[in-house]
C-alpha cells in the first residue's frame, strides 16, 4: 500500500506536466488560425451607469485629479513662516552678540579709582596689663577596662 503523500505527489506532477503541455500548445501559432477567440459576446453590466446618472441628473463630471492649489498655497506659506522664524533666529542671535560685545567692553573699561579715604590715626599707646597666668587645669583619667 502506497504512502498518501506518494499519491498526492504523482497527481500534482500530473497536473503540472498537463499545464505545462497545455500553455506550450496555446503560444504555438498555428498557420491555420489556429487562436482562440473568447466563445461569447461582451454584455454590459447590469445596472446604472455612472455616466447614465450623470446625463439623468444634468451634472457634469468633475475633473478626477484635485486641485492642488490650495495644497501648494499651504506650502508655500509653511515655507514662508519657516524662512521668517530663521531670520527672526538670525537677528536674535545678532542681538545677543551685540549685547556681548557691549558688555564685554563696557568690562574692559577701567573701573573707576575708589575714593582715597585718610588713614585712621593710630590708637594712643596704654598700659597693657601682663597677660593672666591660668591654673593648670587637670585632665580626667581615660577610662581603662
Known sequence: ??????????????????????????????????????????????????????????????????????????EQQRKAEEERAKRDRELEAERQREGLADTLNRDLEPAPAPPVLPEPAPPPAADTPPPQILPAQTLPEPFTP
Do not use: H, N
Open 1 to 74: 500500500m502506497p504512502a498518501r503523500w506518494r499519491v498526492a505527489l504523482v497527481a500534482g506532477v500530473c497536473f503540472g506536466l498537463g499545464y505545462g503541455v497545455v500553455l506550450r500548445l496555446m503560444q504555438l501559432e498555428l498557420p491555420g488560425g489556429g487562436r482562440l477567440s473568447e466563445p461569447f459576446r461582451m454584455r454590459q453590466f447590469p445596472g446604472t451607469s455612472l455616466e447614465s446618472l450623470r446625463l439623468k441628473l444634468g451634472e457634469e463630471a468633475p475633473p478626477i485629479r484635485g486641485d492642488l492649489s490650495p495644497l501648494e498655497q499651504q
